[in-house]
């Protein structure tokens, strides 16, 4: 089969799409026939080995091929003995790691969800790991409740445009958002109450409840004169920080920033849990939710899109087809 693998840590030119063996399932995995795969931040950072810290967790130097891309959708077509509620032919989506790109991928069950009858495969792929994180940001880290206000900074990227749609859905009463001008009118179009433009200088004055940063570039005492009483930031990305620490390094300066300022500042990290994706298919199916999907590819495109990925300004949700 044909999937996209890397040898050693490089950026996306040094990717290698070729012919490997189609993966068989152990006693717990299935198999899933790959019709569509998402491409996230995470993946690129993954196979560069950026930043440097993170090699500490995924090995100093890569010692076999691995492959590449988490967020996957497709159609189950073998399960090992051992997997329960999962069943050949099933249509799934979910987030696995590594090896959405490619024409079959292996899953742990409990990391895909079932794809109901009439929601795209692009769809499902799209909201996998975004959809989780801005879900599980709002829900649980921010604690957000029925009739609050809701602020996200970068609301075009993956997580963004998904938190704006997610954060009306939980109920807040006002949903604003940030981001540049090219994507106003995205944003807009996404059920955003008001759009600052940030190059062209427009700031949200707030009073806003949660602030759901994906960016980490506002400084704190910015953040600060947004926040109503009770008020928090939770930031669920950054940009930048250098090859050794990368977004880690944003991450501390703004959380020490905010110890010292006493803002109600909050990191999280996202798990995968198919209670999540069930809940995300669902407002798939009813329409409320709708990820916005810049581009599509096929895999023979997939270098091109993990470069368009790394160059940054993605507008919504790059999709790869590895079916055609």
């Known amino acids: 089969m044909k999937a996209v693998t890397h040898d050693r840590y490089t950026d996306a030119a040094g990717l290698v799409l070729g012919d490997v063996p189609r993966p068989e399932p152990g006693p717990d995995r299935i198999r899933i026939r790959v019709e569509a795969a998402a491409l996230n931040p995470f993946d690129w950072h993954l196979y560069r ?28 077509d073998a399960v090992g003995d051992e997997v329960e509620g ?55 880290t921010a604690g957000l409740a029925a009739g609050e206000r809701v602020l996200v900074w970068g609301a ?18 006002r949903v604003d958002a940030v981001c540049s001008g090219r994507n106003v009118e995205l944003v807009r179009g996404l059920g955003a109450d008001e759009v600052f433009d940030y190059t062209a200088g427009a700031t ?59 803002v109600d500042h909050r990191r999280m990290m996202a798990k995968v849990r198919a209670d999540d994706l069930t809940a995300l298919a669902g407002w798939l199916s009813d329409g409320s939710l ?6 599509t590819f ?3 495109q997939a270098l091109e899109a993990l470069g368009l990925l790394e160059a940054g300004h993605v507008a919504g949700k790059l999709v790869v087809r590895p079916a055609g």
Not at 102 to 126: K, Y
Not at 226 to 252: N, Q
């Open 290 to 295: 709708a990820p916005a999907v810049q581009q």
């Open 49 to 76: 080995g950026d930043p440097w810290i993170m090699r500490l967790q995924t090995g100093l130097r890569v010692r076999e091929p691995r492959g590449v891309g988490a967020d996957v959708a497709g159609v189950v």
């Open 298 to 300: 096929d895999l023979g």
């Open 156 to 173: 075009s990227g993956g997580v963004g445009h998904l938190a704006v749609q997610l954060a009306r859905i939980l109920g807040a009463s």
């Open 86 to 140: 999962v069943a050949v032919g099933d249509r799934v989506f979910g987030t696995i790691g590594r090896g959405a790109l490619a024409e079959h991928a292996l899953a742990g069950p409990a990391s895909v969800a079932t794809l109901p009858d009439g929601v795209s495969f692009d769809a499902g792929a799209a909201v996998a790991m975004a959809g989780m994180t801005a879900l599980q940001a709002l829900r649980e």
């Open 204 to 262: 949200p004055a707030g009073p806003y409840d949660v602030v759901l940063d994906t960016v980490g570039t506002a400084s704190v005492s910015a953040l600060t004169a947004l926040l109503a009483p009770g008020g928090r930031v939770v930031l669920v990305g950054a940009v930048g920080g250098g090859r050794l620490l990368g977004p880690l390094a944003a991450t501390m300066r703004r959380a020490v920033a905010a110890r010292v300022r006493g």
